[in-house]
Every structure is written in C-alpha cells, then in structure tokens.
T-cell receptor, first 112, second 113 residues
Framework: DAMVIQNPRYQVTQFGKPVTLSCSQT?????MYWYQQKSSQAPKLLFH???????NEADTPDNFQSRRPNTSFCFLDIRSPGLGDAAMYLC???????????FGSGTRLTVV | GENVEQHPSTLSVQEGDSAVIKCTYS??????FPWYKQELGKGPQLIID?????GEKKDQRIAVTLNKTAKHFSLHITETQPEDSAVYFC????????????FGTGTRLLVSP
C-alpha cells in the first residue's frame, strides 16, 4: 500500500546532541510537511516542501532544519535539541498544496 | 490568518449513542474542511472532508455539515462503537498563501461499552 513512513517510531536524544528524523513516501506527492505535536495539542506546522521549494513557517525556530534530497524522502534535523523540543513529530504529504494530507505514524522524540 | 476553534475538548458517550463535535473558523474565504482521527501513538488519519460548495457529506456512520454563513462545521458520528474512541481534529484551509491547513485543538472522544 502507498503510504508515508517515519523512522524511527521512538527516538531518545541527549540535550544538545543533533538528531535527524526521517520520512519517506510512496505516494509520489509533490508536497511534504513536518509538524510538531506536543501532548494534548494540535499539530503545529514547522515547514513544508513543494517539490524542491522549501517554505519555512515564520515562528519555526532556527534550531529546526529540513532536507528533501528527492521526491520520496524528507528529513527533519534538530541541531541542538532542548527539553522543550520533546514532542511527536509528524510527516505529512499531499498531492498539491490544496487538499487532504496523508500523515505518517510519527516519531516520538524524548530529550534527556 | 485562519483561526479554528473546536468544542468540546472531551466527549464521553455510551456505545450506540451519537457524538457531535463542532468547529468554528474565522476566514470566510476558507474552502476546505477535513476531519482527522488520531489514535494513541499514531498519526492523524483523514476520515472525511467537505468543500465549501456543499453543505453536508456522509460516509456510513460519519457525516460532516458546513454552515458557511455562520462559519462553522460539525462532525456527526452515529451508532458509536468503542473503536471510535480517539482524538478528533478539525481543520480549515487558509484562503491565501499556500492554503495550509490550520487545525483545531482536538476533541478526545471516549465511547464506553
């Protein structure tokens, strides 16, 4: 089945140690999104790629970066994780910017 | 930008009852309204969506209604089952820029057997 796959499901990292989360999709969608979701809150958009065009949200901290080397893969890099960055990170895709999103199962990040 | 409010934050029903979750939005030009179900430890899953050119859409036990004049839309689940227990998020697409989805704050639905 076509899907959005996130690895790993759980990630533990040390305070200040760079960490990378990955997302892959078999849907061949043009747009890939990264969301941060803290406990009992709505998902918050960090940035998205429309094809190779990167779009950052105005309030996304500089600590968060992203790479999309090809259509299928997108990475979230957290350069120096702080305790406040512990959250579920969700990757989503859509064929175009308008329309329904398909989410992955998420990566739960713990910072110790 | 768009702002979406969602109520209630928690909803408890008995199996077989109906459940209704309501959302209001601020941007009168918004034209796409999806609903997502998120089970514990999983990503949100699209369960139904509606566009601004229709007032109601049904899919088996799930329906969504849209009132553009009042700027609100609702999710209706009939004959609820324990497996309907999850967090439900509404969303609305912004009408400007790249029309990103803005999510409501979520409703935790608990269906008791």
């Amino acid at each position: 089945d076509a899907m959005v796959i996130q690895n790993p499901r759980y990630q533990v990292t040390q305070f200040g140690k760079p960490v990378t989360l990955s997302c892959s999709q078999t849907l061949n969608h043009n747009v890939m999104y990264w969301y941060q979701q803290k406990s009992s809150q709505a998902p918050k958009l960090l940035f998205h790629y429309y094809d190779k065009d990167f779009n950052n949200e105005a309030d996304t901290p500089d600590n968060f970066q992203s790479r999309r080397p090809n259509t299928s893969f997108c990475f979230l890099d957290i350069r120096s994780p702080g305790l406040g960055d512990a959250a579920m990170y969700l990757c989503a895709t859509s064929r175009e910017r308008r329309g329904g999103y398909t989410f992955g199962s998420g990566t739960r990040l713990t910072v110790v | 930008g768009e702002n979406v409010e969602q109520h209630p934050s928690t909803l408890s029903v008995q199996e077989g009852d109906s459940a209704v979750i309501k959302c209001t939005y601020s941007d009168s030009a918004s034209n796409y309204f999806p609903w997502y179900k998120q089970e514990l430890g999983k990503g949100p899953q699209l369960i139904i969506d509606i566009r601004s050119n229709v007032g109601e859409k049904k899919d088996q036990r799930i329906a969504v209604t849209l009132n553009k004049t009042a700027k609100h839309f609702s999710l209706h689940i009939t004959e609820t089952q324990p497996e309907d227990s999850a967090v439900y998020f509404c969303a609305a697409s912004e009408s400007t820029g790249f029309q990103k989805l803005v999510f409501g704050t979520g409703t935790r639905l608990l269906v008791s057997p």
